[in-house]
């Protein structure tokens, strides 16, 4: 009986020491630049770079000083990771607030803070050398909280944001990174108790901390199940998302309205360790002693087949205002050209019997041209009608037979014009001075 007794205790001994040993040895992978990436463990780190073969040549190292006692029993694929601009990894423990770095062989943590436990799935990043989280869950409720680390103060600081803050928060999103723009699509809201999927994009600028809802995801990103694509990975200005359990992979690039889906048969192996290293994916292949055995490196131009391209938003509001923003355009373009052809002036020519302009020209006779040469001397381009009835006076005729003759060569003149130019010459009008007294105007839009 003492045999299987102390069988048993070995038998719990050894798989204790087998579980710590496996347990120190999971790999937690992190991209350093377009060529090279770090492999964390909790004994040390080893520096990888790909070579033109594809294949690894590495530097190993054991931590300097202790490995830190909050992380000790910890999985390191449950923190979050960046490499900064500044040369180290930071490692953000789940919830926020315990801030972890790595630098020059030192795996130490450099917060005084603790563990907020309120932003689960928040997004991780680097602006400007500051480091961000934003959103995220906890205490039953999604949020759209943005913290900063305040590196003096070893604490997370608040920073307000103003805008089309989404109201319910950002829960497990999509997030891409483009100069100043953080892009934020396909994330949960907690309301009511139950996770709801927001069908919105929504960017926020960095440089002013303002949101701006962009407009309605295109409905192929809601089709099935939402956690259909478990991989994913920044890359570039874009984002990678790869599903598990079949060829299906997508590259959305927000800042072009862009989703482009590709067939990945030959990453059919590909896990959710996965990291992208400039233009190669890199993941581990676990041993059957649940061990990484080996790393792959595949290219990914070689590796992915082009299948088809969709706009990440095709919202018919935002439609709706690109109609409007043409229409008003359009409108002001034709009242542009409207102003531009009323106050247009068309030039004729007057000689002794002719008269040119719009590449035609019409004859007249010295009665037609005394009454145009009476009109276009004057300074207002006008004449009472008695001035020009004196020239129609003559002792052998009437009153009425000089009106008549007058009137006469008016429209005889009119109509050579309309004929030939198209346009009125002479326009009768009442005197501004006496309503009962006739004015003869040249039209405003003729110069002579």
């Not at 790595?102 to 997004?123: L, P």
């Not at 290293?277 to 595949?298: C, F, I, Q």
């Not at 040469?373 to 009437?398: C, H, P, Q």
Request: hydrophobic share 40%.
């Amino acid at each position: 009986m003492k045999f299987f007794q102390l069988l048993f205790f070995l038998c719990l001994a050894f798989n204790w020491l087998f579980s710590q040993n496996t347990t120190n040895n999971i790999k937690l992978l992190v991209p350093k630049d377009s060529i090279s990436f770090y492999s964390f463990n909790k004994e040390g780190i080893t520096e990888y770079t790909i070579l033109e073969s594809k294949k690894l040549s590495k530097t190993s190292l054991r931590y300097t000083g202790s490995f830190p006692e909050e992380l000790k029993n910890a999985d390191l694929r449950s923190l979050s990771f960046l490499f900064s601009k500044d040369g180290g990894v930071y490692f953000l423990y789940p919830g926020g607030g315990i801030l972890f770095k790595y630098f020059n062989g030192v795996f130490e943590r450099i917060d005084e803070s603790f563990a907020y436990r309120n932003q689960f799935s928040g997004h991780f990043f680097e602006y400007k050398n500051e480091l961000y989280l934003l959103g995220g869950y906890g205490y039953w409720a999604s949020n759209s909280l943005l913290t900063k680390f305040n590196f003096e103060l070893k604490n997370w600081e608040f920073i307000p944001t103003s805008g089309q803050v989404p109201a319910n928060g950002i829960n497990s999103g999509s997030f891409v990174l483009d100069e100043n723009t953080l892009s934020v699509f396909d994330f949960n809201q907690r309301i009511d108790d139950l996770d709801v999927i927001n069908n919105s994009l929504y960017s926020l600028n960095l440089e002013e901390m303002v949101w701006e809802r962009k407009g309605l995801l295109n409905t192929v990103l809601f089709e099935g199940n939402k956690n259909v694509f478990e991989i994913e990975i920044p890359f570039k200005n874009s984002l990678f998302q790869k599903n598990l359990n079949s060829n299906d992979l997508r590259i959305t690039t927000p800042k072009e309205n862009q989703i482009k889906f590709f067939n990945a048969e030959r990453l059919h192996n590909i896990n959710e360790l996965a990291i992208i290293v400039g233009n190669y994916v890199v993941y581990p292949v676990l041993s059957a002693d649940r061990e990484y055995e080996t790393l792959t490196v595949k290219n990914l131009n070689e590796n992915i087949v082009f299948q088809r391209e969709e706009f990440l938003s095709n919202d018919f509001n935002l439609f709706k205002n690109y109609f409007v923003y043409v229409g008003v355009f359009c409108g002001f373009l034709i009242l542009i050209t409207f102003l531009k052809f009323k106050k247009e002036r068309f030039v004729f020519f007057l000689s002794e019997n002719s008269l040119s302009g719009l590449n035609k020209t019409i004859l007249i006779d010295k009665d037609e041209k005394f009454v145009l040469d009476l009109i276009v001397n004057t300074t207002e381009k006008r004449v009472d009608n008695s001035f020009i009835l004196n020239y129609f006076k003559n002792s052998k005729l009437s009153n009425d037979a000089s009106v008549k003759r007058k009137n006469k060569v008016i429209e005889e003149l009119n109509r050579k014009a309309l004929e030939n130019f198209e346009i009125v010459l002479i326009i009768k009008r009442s005197s501004k001075i006496d309503s009962r007294q006739v004015v003869y105007c040249l039209n405003p839009k003729i110069e002579i």
